[in-house]
């Protein structure tokens, strides 16, 4: 046996497996796909890494069993998070709704503190390794992988697959830990994209197409949830953070409700402008809660030559009903490619919630993305990645 245990994966759950592993004194070895570790965490919050998020509960994750993520978060909290970060050299600044950033570094210096501790401790990177299968064997299992052209095959007694999950394909994310779960009959919760962008196609395509580059604060919801923060337009639909939000709770066929003026009263407003400037035209009164060009095409659906004084019933009742009301419904999302995360995973039925072990095969686990727990935008996602490989590190 080489090691206590190999980690297939060196992103953020397997990184965090591997040095609270050395902390117990514990040898693990880490197979990585890419040329580096890290992948994702150096594209995140956009080259700065949002690495954890201050309000982070339960509530902010999505999964079939919405309870188990607790425990974990429970054992490895924000606070352990951000006392670690610090500890090895890496504050907190504290950005929009909860996301932590580093203070004076990027999310490549992230990366580098755990390369630097698992140096430190004797936890090997191996890289461009890419695992082909894992056999099981008396005593524990055997790992297949090809490393630059080279089979190896190494034997451990205990197995971590933190090899992430289906989005951003090119940056390395596989679905190996899928592919093994399913060859194992471990149940798999039904999964697709999530936190992407979605798409308008038909005869509303143009439309949105007009408004590309258009952003607008608002309220979306789809009934199971509601999210306030920006949406932005684009040429193929929408995205922006309140958007890649609500994508994790939407299903083909829905339709998405869009409050563009939250938080205040549509007719209130409207009532004052007849009363103190109702001359102004609809278009001018619609221009001071968005830009020009989206007033404008708000004329698809309002008067906008008419002055607010002159404006029925009936069409002060649909500019209410647009501006707070507004009803999207989107053909499907950006795929893969550009989802952040991946909804569903490895079902948490199949796993210990103290351990994450396998049920099914003791001394398999599986950590981060692969597992059927997602979080929300904005560091949630890594919080739970943390917490899955401390918690997974305490029993290899």
Not at 264 to 284: H, I, K, Q, V
Not at 315 to 320: Q, S
Request: glycine share 10%.
């Amino acid at each position: 046996m080489v090691a206590d245990a190999i980690i297939v994966g060196a992103g953020a759950c397997g990184l965090m497996c591997a040095v609270q592993a050395g902390f117990l004194g514990k040898k693990a070895i880490l197979l990585e796909k890419n040329k580096q570790p890290g992948a994702k965490i150096l594209i995140s919050g956009g080259g700065r890494c949002n690495y954890t998020n201050l309000y982070t509960t339960a509530d902010q994750f999505i999964s079939a069993n919405p309870h188990f993520v607790k425990y974990a978060l429970n054992q490895w909290t924000v606070d352990d998070t951000v006392s670690f970060f610090e500890t090895y050299g890496i504050s907190g600044s504290e950005k929009t709704l909860g996301q932590l950033f580093p203070e004076n570094g990027n999310a490549k210096d992230v990366v580098r503190m755990f390369t630097q501790l698992c140096n430190d401790l004797g936890q090997e990177i191996r890289c461009r390794s890419e695992v082909k299968d894992i056999r099981q064997i008396d005593g524990g299992f055997e790992v297949d992988y090809d490393q630059d052209g080279n089979a190896v095959t190494l034997r451990t007694p205990k197995v971590v697959i933190a090899s992430g999950g289906l989005p951003i394909p090119k940056m390395g994310a596989s679905d190996f830990g899928l592919r093994y779960a399913r060859r194992q009959a471990i149940n798999i919760i039904e999964t697709s994209p999530a936190l992407v962008p979605l798409t308008i196609t038909g005869k509303d395509e143009s439309w949105y197409a007009q408004l590309s580059g258009n952003s607008v604060f608002a309220a979306v919801s789809n009934g199971r949830a509601d999210f306030e923060e920006n949406i932005l337009f684009t040429h193929w639909g929408l995205s922006g953070p309140a958007i890649l939000q609500i994508s994790s709770y939407w299903q083909r066929g829905e339709t998405i409700t869009i409050d563009l003026l939250p938080g205040r009263d549509a007719n209130a407003l409207l009532s004052e402008a007849r009363r103190t400037s109702g001359s102004m035209l609809l278009s001018a009164f619609l221009q001071q809660f968005v830009t020009r060009r989206f007033s404008e095409a708000l004329g698809r659906f309002l008067p906008l030559e008419k002055t607010v004084a002159s404006l029925t019933k009936d069409e002060i009742a649909k500019t209410e009903e647009t501006l707070h009301r507004f009803q999207v419904k989107p053909a499907g999302d950006k795929g893969y490619d550009k989802a952040e995360v991946m909804r569903g995973g490895i079902d948490t039925n199949e796993l210990s919630t103290k351990t994450l072990e396998c049920k099914k095969i003791p001394g398999l686990y599986f950590g981060g993305e692969c597992v059927d727990v997602t979080g929300w935008l904005g560091g949630y996602n890594f919080q739970w990645a943390w917490a899955s490989g401390f918690l997974i590190a305490q029993d290899i």
